[in-house]
């Protein structure tokens, strides 16, 4: 008997809505899948995604980590910066901006990140029904990064535009839309006189951190930190901002687990979410050699999509894993990948995620999403929503 497969095209908007039943019967039927139309393979299990994350010199990033033609290719370390790069080049690379990205500058963060969100939430709650995205969840990780970058404040709503238009893409089209790319120029060119100025006065910030980071007298480029900082931007922002949306979505659709989020479990909330609804669902690779899978040979050169999205969600790993359930065991999410790529603001991603609920649950008893405004980001990679309209009950 042969079974009848989905079609998986992660362009297409229908599956945007409700990603997961295709990727069970991806799971079950093909866990090596091939798309020929768009030219790639895909792998969902659990094990086998893990097994590619940490497989790093045969699933090579150094074309690119995006389905986007655009950005694939030996020129994606260009904007992408060493998330495009294998080892020993993203090594040396990812080792240099640690130094400027160290715990200790991030958990000094945690203060100014509180003091962010209560200045955004005593806008928000002025009135009993906003848009939690736009009003808060897009606002506090645009403005911590640059905080930790040194973007002045007057800039960032400009800056949160362009990044917003840098991850949309339109139903159906698999290029990278024309105004994404003139806003990548734009950032790209607003880093580069934010570099220019912090040459010209060092100020306490990363920026300025990166440019005196000297491991046996090696410094990174303006091209470089350029592209680290443009890095920075589409990695560290859109990715929590969808965090705390589904975070806040995910708990209103499930009233016990909302309960036991509003009266403390944050943590739990927040690394429930990730697992059950990542917000970067997909990334690529391409094979360096021939690799045999599943009874299959991919070619060097081909991509190969590593679905985050689905290893969350598969059941040789976490119990009924269709169940948003805070009090389930979590630790082996592969929502920050996995290996030498490792998400480098993992700790920071938590920590914002963390404060931002926990100021919010301080001053709120209640709420309702109301679910006939939802809209939802179309976005290959990035999974969450534009628009959560809420009413809350103040404590
Ligand atoms: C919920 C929020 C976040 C999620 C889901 C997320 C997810 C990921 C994933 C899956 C990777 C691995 C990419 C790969 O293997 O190709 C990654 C890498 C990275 N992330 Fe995050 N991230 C988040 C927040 C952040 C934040 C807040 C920052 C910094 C401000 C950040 C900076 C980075 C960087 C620099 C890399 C590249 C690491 C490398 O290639 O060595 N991320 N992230």
């Not at 095209?9 to 091939?34: I, K, Q, S, T």
């Not at 000094?108 to 939430?121: P, S, Y």
């Not at 006065?201 to 440019?211: C, G, I, M, P, Y």
């Not at 980071?213 to 560290?236: Q, R």
Request: proline residues 5%.
């Amino acid at each position: 008997m042969t079974t009848l497969l989905p079609v998986f095209d992660p362009y297409d908007y229908a599956f945007h809505d409700d990603p997961y039943p295709v990727y069970a019967a991806l799971r079950e039927h093909a866990p090596l899948y091939r798309n020929d139309g768009l030219g790639f393979w895909a792998l969902s299990r659990h094990a086998d995604v893990l097994h590619a994350f940490r497989e790093a010199e045969l699933f090579s990033s150094a074309d690119g980590v995006s389905l986007d033609p655009a950005a694939t290719g030996p020129h994606a370390s260009k904007v992408m910066s060493f998330l495009a790069m294998d080892d020993p080049r993203h090594f040396r690379m990812r080792s240099l901006v640690t130094k400027g990205f160290t715990p200790r500058r991030v958990a000094a963060l945690e203060e100014r990140v509180r003091e962010i969100t209560r200045e955004h939430l005593e806008v928000a709650l002025s009135s009993d029904t906003f848009d939690f995205i736009d009003d808060l969840a897009g606002k506090v990780p645009m403005d911590v990064v640059s905080e930790l970058l040194g973007v002045p404040v007057q800039d960032r709503a400009e800056l949160r535009r362009l990044a917003d238009l840098v991850v949309h893409r339109e139903d159906g089209v698999l290029d990278v839309p024309e105004a994404a790319a003139a806003a990548s120029l734009e950032l790209i060119v607003y880093y580069l006189d934010l570099v220019n100025a912090r040459r010209a006065k060092r100020e306490d910030d990363l920026t300025s951190a990166l440019l005196d980071v000297d491991i046996d007298g090696e410094h990174l480029t303006d091209e470089e930190l350029c592209a680290f900082l443009f890095l920075m931007v589409v990695a560290g922002n859109e990715t929590t901002t969808k965090l705390l949306g589904n975070a806040w979505y995910w708990a209103d659709v499930h009233p016990a687990q909302k309960d036991l989020a509003l009266s403390g479990a944050i943590p739990e909330w927040v690394d429930e979410t990730l697992r059950f609804d990542a917000s970067s669902q997909v990334l690529a690779r391409t094979c360096a050699a021939d690799t045999e899978l599943h009874g299959r040979v991919i070619p060097a050169g081909d991509r190969v999509l590593l679905l985050i999205g689905s290893a969350n969600r598969d059941e040789r790993v976490f119990p009924e894993p269709d169940a948003y359930d805070l009090r389930r065991d979590t630790s082996e999410l592969l929502s920050f990948g996995n290996g030498t790529h490792f998400c480098l603001g993992a700790s920071l991603a938590r920590l914002e995620a963390r404060v931002v609920l926990e100021e919010l649950v301080s001053l709120v008893s209640a709420y309702e999403v109301d679910h006939a405004g939802i809209e939802r980001v179309h976005s290959v990679n990035v999974r969450g929503f534009a628009h959560l309209p809420t009413t809350v009950v103040r404590r």
